[in-house]
């Protein structure tokens, strides 16, 4: 028996990245079902066995109802949502800030996550579980990160006001806050920092495995791995909580 037979699971996100070790991990456990992402992003992929890949922009709510429209249509309530989708834009300091990067940023990681929760709510089963995946910046500052930081600690907000708002008809909300994972995303903002500022990619990630306990970053697996206790029933009194996910990041 694993942890998620027989369970239906959306994964916004989930064509790369973080989100695609989430669907691949859940799709190990027995879960079936989808992948909503980008279309450039989903036909770059290939979604786990018996899940299908939906589309969509959550910037724009009218694609996104659509998409959820889609995932509604004939079939069961869903067990399992993650909201993976997210940017991060590249490193800059408060007097550099550009407000247009800050809505591009706040479109997807903030209004796109509440956005992509509102379209769920009433498709989720009584019991669902709920998994947003944020960042220890949801909660600490880092320096030349406002646009982000600030758009994950919206994040933080959104997992406790629904816990609140759904914990009633028995489903949970919860959030895994990575540390620095060596995604693909992290790797090109490292390298085109490395071109425009010569400051090494390879130092950076040595930087921060130093600066955990473990002397390693953490691992997408390793998300998907607390993404998973999150969603399984072994969290079953668990809800309105972050779990970092960072090597131990004091
Ligand atoms: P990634 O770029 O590899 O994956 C993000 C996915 O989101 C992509 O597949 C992308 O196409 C999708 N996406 C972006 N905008 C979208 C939109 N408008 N509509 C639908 N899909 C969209 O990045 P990642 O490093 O795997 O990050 C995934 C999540 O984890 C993000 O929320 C990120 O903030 C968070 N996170 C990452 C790290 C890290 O170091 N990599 C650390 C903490 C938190």
Do not use: C
């Not at 930087?207 to 955990?212: F, I, L, S, W, Y």
Request: hydrophobic share 50%; aromatic share 4%; no cysteine.
């Amino acid at each position: 028996m694993t942890l998620l037979t027989g369970r239906k699971a959306l994964v916004t996100g989930g064509a790369r990245g973080i989100g695609a070790a989430v669907a691949e991990r859940f799709a190990r456990e027995g879960a079936q079902g989808f992948v909503l992402d980008l279309e450039p992003a989903l036909a770059e992929a290939r979604s786990p066995e018996g899940w299908t890949g939906v589309p969509v922009d959550l910037r724009d709510d009218g694609d996104t109802a659509r998409a959820f429209g889609f995932v509604a249509d004939g079939n069961a309530p869903l067990d399992v949502l993650v909201a993976a989708a997210g940017i991060v834009p590249p490193w800059r300091d408060v007097a550099q800030l550009d407000l247009d990067e800050w809505d591009r940023v706040f479109a997807v990681n903030a209004r796109g996550v509440a956005a992509t929760l509102r379209h769920a709510a009433p498709l989720l089963a009584p019991g669902a579980a709920v998994v947003v995946i944020a960042s220890l910046n949801a909660w600490r500052g880092d320096p030349n990160l406002m646009a982000y930081v600030a758009s994950k600690h919206a994040a933080l907000g959104i997992v406790r006001s629904a816990a609140l708002d759904l914990g009633r008809r028995g489903i949970r909300v919860n959030g895994v806050a990575p540390g620095p994972i060596a995604t693909d995303a992290l790797l090109e903002r490292m390298r085109a920092r490395e071109r425009e500022r010569g400051i090494a990619a390879s130092d950076a990630l040595a930087q921060a495995a130093k600066a955990t306990a473990l002397g390693r970053i953490a691992t997408a697996d390793e998300v998907a791995a607390a993404a998973l206790f999150l969603a399984s029933d072994l969290a079953s009194a668990i809800t309105g909580h972050l779990l970092p996910v960072d090597g131990g990041i004091a």
